[in-house]
């Protein structure tokens, strides 16, 4: 280390070191470069360009916000194991998958719970509707269980091949797992499916510009 042999060339600069009490390795550790990963900012929001879920790390595939009218709801960011551009490759991914919403300003989330069903019946076919039905029921109750979302606060929608879809509410896991794997998929295609949320809000998801964020 090329600090270390400065000092011990020159020990009487050592021993005054030693004397203040500063320790070699903090000093080295100072100099080092930060390891803090790398962000994006999203309508004023710092986003991460990588995370971890259990052991996966998964990139960021893109972010953007869900508008209504003029107003700013929520910030979507979604996470892969590898970069798609196109909703087939998304949904055909293997592993790991994040989507975090952040909240942008206070919304009733049983009305929220409410939104991401009609989402779902909105993008899904009718005779895969069915088998998804007690899973929706259960999502709108973890929903409405939490009353209200403020502006900040997150949840995420997480699928593990080994595990199943799991909600995580301002960093509480709610219940157990949903096992299939089309409900994840379903609820993907709130934002990705032919009729979205929001339009731009799935072009910022595939990866491509938005005019709200900056590196």
């Not at 990963?37 to 879920?53: C, H, N, P, R, W």
């Not at 929520?74 to 998958?97: H, I, N």
Request: hydrophobic residues 45%; contains cysteine; positive net charge.
């Amino acid at each position: 280390m090329l600090l270390q042999r400065f000092l011990w060339a020159f020990p009487g600069l050592h021993r005054a070191i030693g004397a203040m009490g500063i320790s070699l390795g903090l000093l080295c550790v100072a100099g080092a470069p930060s390891s803090q990963a790398a962000t994006v900012t999203v309508a004023g929001i710092k986003v991460e360009d990588s995370q971890d879920l259990r052991g996966n790390t998964l990139q960021l595939n893109g972010a953007g916000v869900r508008y209504k009218a003029v107003f700013k709801i929520y910030l979507a960011a979604l996470y892969l194991g590898k970069k798609a551009s196109t909703v087939d490759e998304v949904l055909q991914s293997p592993g790991a998958k994040r989507l975090s919403i952040t909240m942008l300003r206070e919304i009733d989330s049983n009305e929220l719970g409410k939104l991401f069903t009609r989402g779902v019946e909105d993008n899904v076919p009718r005779s895969d509707m069915a088998r998804l039905i007690p899973d929706l029921v259960r999502m709108g109750q973890i929903f409405a269980n939490q009353k209200k979302l403020l502006p900040g606060e997150v949840f995420l929608l997480d699928w593990t091949p080994s595990v199943g879809t799991v909600i995580t509410v301002k960093g509480v896991a709610q219940g157990e797992p949903f096992k299939e794997p089309e409900f994840f998929t379903a609820l993907l295609r709130i934002w990705l499916g032919k009729s979205p949320a929001d339009y731009k809000l799935r072009d910022a998801l595939l990866g491509k510009p938005d005019v709200d964020k900056t590196f």
